[in-house]
């Protein structure tokens, strides 16, 4: 099982990235995909999760209307659309999966939102 995530960068506040995170090595769409994130000194924090069959997705509170989650089951590859970003959304973001009761996370892709 391989996660790679792409797309980080640094933005200023109000500003949108697009982050994607890139799989292999398991059944992608029949697998639920989540974002989390970390920032600085702080634990990691779960974000957005998107279930397979119908693309049902939840959010955290802190990003609900602003991030929208969602998948490309042909290129295997889950995003995550970051709008109005704050400088709170600031840390590390990582895809997850679980495969056969295991968990998977990519290497992470490092968002900064400053001016």
């Known amino acids: 099982v391989q996660l790679v995530e792409s797309g980080g960068a640094l933005v200023q506040p109000g500003g949108s990235l697009r982050l994607s995170c890139a799989t292999s090595g398991f059944t992608f769409r029949g697998s639920t995909m989540r974002w989390y994130r970390q920032a600085p000194g702080k634990v990691r924090e779960w974000v957005a999760i998107?279930?397979?069959?119908?693309?049902?997705?939840t959010y955290a509170d802190s990003v609900k209307g602003r991030f929208t989650i969602s998948r490309d089951n042909a290129k295997n590859t889950v995003y995550l659309q970051m709008n109005s970003l704050k400088p709170e959304d600031t840390g590390v973001y990582y895809c997850?999966?679980?495969?056969?009761?295991?968990?998977?996370w990519g290497q992470g892709t490092q968002v900064t939102v400053s001016s």
């Open positions: 998107i279930y397979t069959a119908g693309g049902t997705t």
């Open positions: 997850n999966t679980v495969v056969a009761a295991s968990d998977y």
